[in-house]
């Protein structure tokens, strides 16, 4: 009971607390990587339905005047930031984060994540979160069935045909290979950032299980 106490008292504290990175660069270019997650229980519709969002590293972003984002992405997407010179990114530490970057950007680019689909004629003798349990490492527990933004748990779901969106982020992290080891192959595909039950990106050839 004691202990947690003591997490109680120390939230406020980690929620009013800030992150700041500053970077000098002396001019040169930097490439700054965020990446596109879904954030749920956060935002609702009209009847109070929780929907899910897509944010940058979980985190609302407020960027410099005049700088924007104008396609769309989707979670496992990475959105690679040129800037130039000095900079600063801020982030409080709430859910979902309030982010700040401070500094000239010359521009962007999207790293666009692949979309796999999953048939569910395939899955015979398992239900399907057994299925995409043992094939691939999930971020989340949840589907999300539409545009709007409504989801469900990935277990209650008893839809058809459902899309995994890879994590790039996470495959980055997990597929490093130190200089002068010897590392097994990156798994292909493994790591999900998102699972839909439509495709997020339509007019893409998809891979198909």
Request: net charge negative; glycine share 8%; hydrophobic share 35%.
């Amino acid at each position: 009971m004691k202990k947690k106490k003591a997490s109680l008292l120390l939230l406020p504290f980690l929620l009013a607390g800030c992150y700041i990175k500053s970077i000098p660069s002396d001019d040169k270019e930097t490439i700054v990587t965020l990446n596109a997650e879904l954030v749920f229980q956060h935002i609702f519709d009209a009847e109070s339905n929780p929907l899910a969002i897509t944010l940058l590293e979980s985190s609302y972003f407020d960027f410099p005047e005049g700088f924007r984002i104008i396609e769309k992405y989707i979670a496992g997407d990475q959105i690679n930031l040129t800037m130039v010179g000095d900079y600063d990114y801020k982030c409080k530490t709430v859910y979902p984060g309030d982010c700040h970057i401070d500094g000239n950007i010359k521009g962007y680019t999207i790293t666009k994540t692949r979309v796999k689909e999953i048939n569910p004629g395939i899955v015979t003798d398992i239900s399907m979160t057994e299925y995409l349990a043992e094939r691939y490492a999930l971020k989340n527990e949840y589907i999300v069935l539409d545009q709007s933004g409504n989801y469900m748990r990935l277990d209650e779901y008893e839809g058809g045909t459902i899309y995994l969106t890879e994590d790039l982020g996470r495959k980055e992290r997990e597929c490093t290979c130190p200089e002068g080891m010897i590392c097994e192959p990156c798994p292909d595909f493994k790591y999900v950032a998102g699972v839909y039950a439509f495709n997020p990106r339509p007019g893409d050839s998809l891979p198909v299980d």
